[in-house]
């Protein structure tokens, strides 16, 4: 059974780098032809999906996000990672990861984890 959950923590300062950790179980990150993603969903607004990394290690990211957002991997943990620099109060949200396939079919996802950004 795949399982994905998210890890990090819930409060982040204006200015700071935001760091979730996603441990997957269940199956390998690097099985074709999967893409392993991060989408989040701020306070009263829809999902915004921010960007993946895929089997091959090759990533993706929202261009409006871009300038701001890495994700890596550590195949050797089976996880993923997001970072986001330059946080405001603005990127609080509950933040997803979850696995996608070249349907963009979404099958299994994390329990989700809140993020805020105050001082």
């Known amino acids: 059974q795949v399982q994905l959950q998210e890890s990090g923590p819930g409060l982040v300062k204006p200015s700071q780098t935001l760091s979730l950790t996603c441990s997957v179980s269940?199956?390998?990150?690097?099985?074709?032809?999967?893409?392993w993603s991060w989408i989040r969903q701020p306070p009263g607004k829809g999902l915004e999906w921010m960007g993946a990394i895929d089997y091959s290690g090759s990533t993706y990211y929202s261009p409006s996000l871009k300038s701001r957002t890495s994700i890596s991997r550590d195949t050797s943990k089976n996880q993923f990672t997001l970072q986001l620099t330059s946080v405001t109060p603005e990127d609080t949200a509950v933040y997803y990861c979850?696995?996608?396939?070249?349907?963009?079919?979404?099958?299994?996802w994390g329990q989700g984890t809140q993020v805020t950004v105050s001082s």
């Open positions: 979850f696995r996608d396939t070249e349907l963009q079919e979404r099958d299994y």
């Open positions: 269940g199956t390998s990150i690097t099985i074709n032809y999967y893409y």
